[in-house]
């Protein structure tokens, strides 16, 4: 069998997200033991607060050095998670009966290189990411100087984040590798190439693109 | 159990110290070295009072105003400050792992070596109590607060003494015992106060957050002493806990629950499909 394959993610890419999601685990299952009293054993003597700001140093840093490298992916990453049209309502509608009743597509409208759904999940990285990184640098530096309400306050934002990415990211973790149509979603990040068939299928509108850009693929 | 409690009769008190030095002493809280990390400077800084604030070693400290009534007068008031033991203590509620609980007599005890150090009881505290020795770049923290004489191995409550800083009042300002006698008793003392021209004479502590165990004869309003009037539980708090916390295991219940119904039902359909 002959594969045709078209590259998804490029290599810095997958590497950015493959860092930023190890620190997220670390930085989720360190704060989870504060959000369930059961595990809060885990938590004695600080460490895992230490461990935590360490995932969050990495979770702030890789980021900025990915913007450095390469700040046009980083631009155009931006202006995708902020451009939404009336085909972004079309697949929410069809996304239900799809992922569930697994209709066809072709009630989707062709899509980017990112869907409806991962374009949502991208948007809440960054305006979570942001507010969780703000909410956090208050509760690691101004822990002794800022009035006793506003680190409460902080707490509280912090969590509702939690709460939100947190259950996102099992979403995403979930129809990335378990949903029994996107088989190739985990081929993408891994080693960032797709099935032509697949790119065709999943993200009509990108392939069109790429292929006119591009003989191969 | 019947609950315990200590009454402080603050017109009783002649701010001698005794009970901050007997509560340094008997809890091995040796004196708090400015020099160190979120260290409490005892600098002199115009006042009898000292050490300048409640520190890790310093549960107890006694605090002096001077306040002048409309008379042209000077009073010197003094007011005890440590843990108040409530009853809805907000800092039990927000702890993350029951290291802080109420001890079976009512008051508020904690596990040191269970301390996580998260800090969220010295944010929650309607009393601004606890404290803590902090790692601001590490984090690395243990709350210390007053333990009643419960702490683990000085346990003077179990051992039937009273708290070291009852034992050592010299003039009976402190007293130790059952709460409500002490009630009783402070009442009383409020309309003996009353009785001689003190009108806003008052017991607090009574019924303020659902009680506290450490109640306070006054011959004046709260506020003149430095005490809240009306504390409350903080509103981030109820927020925190009885909101966000039951929602977060609500959302996440449902969402990995709707996941693995998801994944059910397309398997099933793929392999109608593939038939």
Redesign the interface.
């Known amino acids: 069998m002959t594969h045709h394959e078209v590259e998804k993610y490029r290599k810095p890419v997958r590497v950015l997200h493959w860092i930023h999601s190890g620190a997220f685990v670390l930085l989720f299952l360190t704060g989870l033991?504060?959000?369930i009293?059961q595990?809060?054993?885990l938590?004695?003597?600080?460490w895992?607060?230490?461990i935590?700001?360490i995932g969050a140093a990495i979770f702030v840093i890789i980021p900025i050095i990915y913007l450095i490298i390469n700040p046009k992916s980083v631009c155009r990453g931006l202006k995708e998670a902020f451009t939404w049209s009336s085909e972004d309502m079309g697949w929410l509608k069809a996304a239900p009966r799809y992922?569930?009743?697994?209709g066809d597509e072709r009630d989707m409208p062709p899509q980017e290189a990112m869907n409806t759904g991962q374009k949502m999940w991208w948007f809440m990285v960054l305006v979570f990411g942001v507010i969780f990184v703000i909410t956090g640098a208050v509760m690691?530096?101004a822990?002794?100087s800022a009035p006793?309400?506003v680190?409460?306050?902080m707490?509280?934002i912090h969590?509702?984040c939690?709460?939100a990415t947190?259950?996102m990211f099992?979403?995403h973790i979930?129809t990335g590798v378990?949903?029994?149509?996107m088989t190739e979603a985990w081929n993408s990040i891994t080693g960032g190439k797709v099935s032509v068939e697949y790119a065709r299928k999943h993200h009509g509108k990108w392939y069109a693109e790429v292929s006119k850009g591009k003989k191969e693929a | 159990m019947a609950e315990k409690a200590i009454l402080y009769d603050a017109t009783r008190c002649t701010a001698c110290r005794g009970c901050q030095v007997a509560c340094k002493q008997w809890n091995e809280n040796d004196e708090y070295i400015p020099t160190e990390e979120?260290g409490v400077d005892s600098r002199n800084w115009g006042s009898y009072e000292n050490p300048p604030d409640l520190s890790p070693t310093t549960w107890l400290k006694m605090e002096f105003r001077e306040v002048e009534p409309s008379d042209g007068s000077v009073r010197w008031l003094f007011t005890r400050r440590a843990c108040m033991h409530c009853t809805d203590a907000a800092c039990v509620q927000v702890c993350?792992?029951?290291?802080l609980y109420h001890h079976e007599l009512g008051f508020v005890a904690y596990n040191k070596?269970?301390?996580?150090?998260?800090?969220?009881c010295?944010?929650?505290?309607p009393f601004?109590v606890p404290r803590s020795d902090?790692n601001?770049l590490?984090?690395?923290?243990?709350m210390d607060k007053c333990t009643f004489c419960t702490t683990q191995g000085l346990d003077r409550i179990d051992a039937g003494w009273e708290p070291a800083c009852v034992k050592t009042c010299p003039t009976g300002a402190l007293k130790y015992g059952e709460r409500s006698d002490l009630v009783a008793e402070g009442k009383k003392r409020v309309q003996e106060l009353k009785k001689k021209g003190w009108t806003n004479a008052n017991l607090y502590g009574e019924n303020e957050l659902g009680g506290l165990h450490v109640l306070y004869v006054l011959d004046d309003s709260p506020e003149i002493y430095g005490l809240p009037v009306s504390p409350q539980i903080?509103a981030?708090?109820i927020?925190?806990k009885d909101v966000?916390?039951p929602?977060?295991w609500a959302?996440?219940g449902l969402?990995?629950a709707g996941?693995g119904l998801?994944?059910l039902?397309?398997?099933a359909?793929?392999k109608k499909?593939e038939k």
Do not use: M
């Not at chain 2, 590490?138 to 243990?142: C, D, E």
């Open positions: 033991v504060l959000f009293p595990l809060g054993f938590a004695e003597d600080s895992t607060r230490l935590h700001r992922y569930f009743v697994i690691w530096f822990k002794t006793p309400a680190l409460q306050w707490v509280f969590d509702v939690f709460i947190g259950c099992f979403v979930y378990f949903h029994p149509l | 979120n993350p792992n029951g290291s070596d269970t301390c996580t150090g998260c800090g969220y010295i944010d929650a505290c601004d902090r601001i590490t984090g690395i923290a243990k903080p981030a708090t927020a925190w966000i916390q929602v977060g959302v996440g969402t990995i996941l998801n994944w039902v397309a398997r359909n793929v499909e």
